[in-house]
């Protein structure tokens, strides 16, 4: 009789062809974690999968997944599965930005934001988890935004689903306390990433901002918060003074403020 192999344990990370979710994918199979990782672009996976399994001894799978279609979460999960592996790390990377007036952006653009930013990101999580708590142990990552604190004219529904992000893994976390699993609210400020010019943000004021982080350092951050099990990390001193003055403002003039970060220079 032939005794089933025992799945093995890995990291999944979502929009892992590049920026800070290729940094965290390279984080967790420095640690020995076979990764999984998932995105749009196959070449750019393979890649990055080329590269991990090299360079760390690790397992390194790929998913090309579009997590603006709703039936992608469960699609992943199943694959995970079929491919003899188990999550016990996951990593809700993936996500887009939308600048401009809510009233004049296009609609569909608007519902595939919240598809890929919050309703995707819980799915996920969802079925992730019960596997977790089964074997206590697992660790959740969800990037989230320092935007997450604030209300975002010009970015008003990016801003949200950031601020859900922040919420709902605060709550989990506190759910979750005693079963060996965790779940980390990532939050940084301004990244030097392709993330700004994909949401159409060139020449905002935000870009002037001092104390920006480059990927690897937001990235190491969340890594280390999330291994310390941690239910939320802000990168950097800069921001993390900035979300305190704005908890410490009138909320009109956080609002008001940061309406002046997402404008363009000269406007």
Not at 13 to 40: F, P
Request: proline share 5%.
């Amino acid at each position: 009789m032939t005794v089933p192999a025992t799945p093995r344990p890995a990291a999944l990370i979502t929009g892992a062809s590049g920026g800070i979710g290729l940094e965290l994918a390279r984080l967790c199979a420095k640690d020995g974690h076979d990764v999984v990782l998932v995105a749009r672009t196959a070449e750019k996976l393979e890649e990055a999968a080329k590269y991990l399994a090299g360079m760390y001894g690790v397992r390194a799978e790929v998913i090309v997944a579009d997590l603006r279609d709703a039936e992608a979460p469960v699609a992943i999960m199943e694959e995970v599965g079929r491919r003899g592996l188990v999550v016990d790390v996951l990593v809700n990377n993936a996500g887009v930005g939308l600048w401009g007036l809510f009233g004049r952006q296009d609609m569909q653009q608007v519902l595939d934001l919240i598809q890929l930013n919050l309703t995707s990101l819980t799915h996920l999580t969802r079925l992730a988890l019960p596997g977790m708590v089964s074997r206590h142990r697992g660790r959740v990552l969800n990037v989230a935004s320092a935007g997450g604190f604030a209300p975002g004219p010009l970015m008003a529904v990016y801003f949200a689903t950031k601020s859900y992000v922040i919420h709902f893994s605060e709550a989990i976390h506190n759910e979750l306390r005693g079963t060996g699993v965790t779940v980390t609210a990532l939050c940084p400020g301004p990244v030097a990433t392709g993330f700004g010019e994909a949401a159409g943000m060139q020449g905002v004021n935000l870009q002037a901002l001092p104390g920006a982080l480059d990927a690897a350092a937001v990235a190491r951050a969340g890594y280390r918060a999330m291994r310390r099990g941690r239910p939320v990390v802000i990168p950097g001193l800069v921001m993390q003074l900035t979300i305190l003055a704005g908890r410490l403002s009138p909320r009109w003039l956080v609002t008001h403020l940061t309406r002046w970060f997402q404008e363009r220079k000269g406007t």
